[in-house]
C-alpha cells in the first residue's frame, strides 16, 4: 500500500486537515465576533460612566454655586436682623420715621377736621397731605 498509489490515507489526512482548518476557522470568527460584541459592550459601559462622570461633575458644580448663593443670601439677613447692621439701622430708621408720620397725620387729621371748609374725608386727606408736605 503507497501513499501515493490509492491516495486513500494521504487523501483522508489531507479532507481531515481541510475539516479541522474549517472547523478552526469557524471557531475564530466566532471567537472574533464574540470580542467584538464584548468590545460594544465595553464601550458602551465606558460611554455611560463618562456620562454619569459629566452629570455628577455638573451637579456638584451647581451645588457649589448654590452654595455661594445661600451665604450671599445669609449674609444679607444676618444684616437686616442683628442690631447694629446696615440694613437693620436703616430698617430701624425707616421705621421711625413712618411712625411719626403716622402719628403726625393722625394729630393733622384731627386739626384739619376742625378746620372751616373741610367737610368731606377727600378734603381731610388732602388737608393731612398738604400739612405733611409743608411740615406743619
Known amino acids: 500500500m503507497s501513499e501515493t498509489s490509492g491516495g486513500t490515507p494521504l487523501a483522508a489526512a489531507l479532507a481531515a486537515l481541510v475539516e479541522e482548518l474549517r472547523l478552526l476557522r469557524g471557531d475564530v470568527q466566532v ?7 464584548v468590545s460594544r459592550i465595553t464601550a458602551v459601559f465606558i460611554a455611560l460612566l463618562l456620562v454619569i462622570c459629566g452629570a455628577v461633575l455638573v ?14 443670601i445669609g449674609d444679607q439677613i444676618a444684616d437686616c436682623t442683628t ?10 430708621r425707616r421705621s421711625a420715621n413712618n411712625l ?12 384739619c377736621r376742625d378746620t372751616r371748609g373741610v367737610d368731606t374725608d377727600a378734603e381731610v386727606v388732602a388737608c393731612v397731605k398738604r400739612k405733611l408736605s409743608t411740615g406743619r
Do not use: M, P, W
Request: hydrophobic content about 30%.
Open 31 to 37: 471567537e472574533a465576533a464574540r470580542r467584538q460584541k
Open 59 to 72: 451637579v456638584g458644580f451647581q451645588n457649589h454655586q448654590l452654595g455661594k448663593q445661600n451665604r450671599n
Open 100 to 111: 411719626d408720620i403716622l402719628i403726625l397725620s393722625g394729630v393733622y387729621a384731627q386739626t
Open 83 to 92: 442690631a447694629g447692621g446696615k440694613c437693620y439701622e436703616e430698617g430701624r
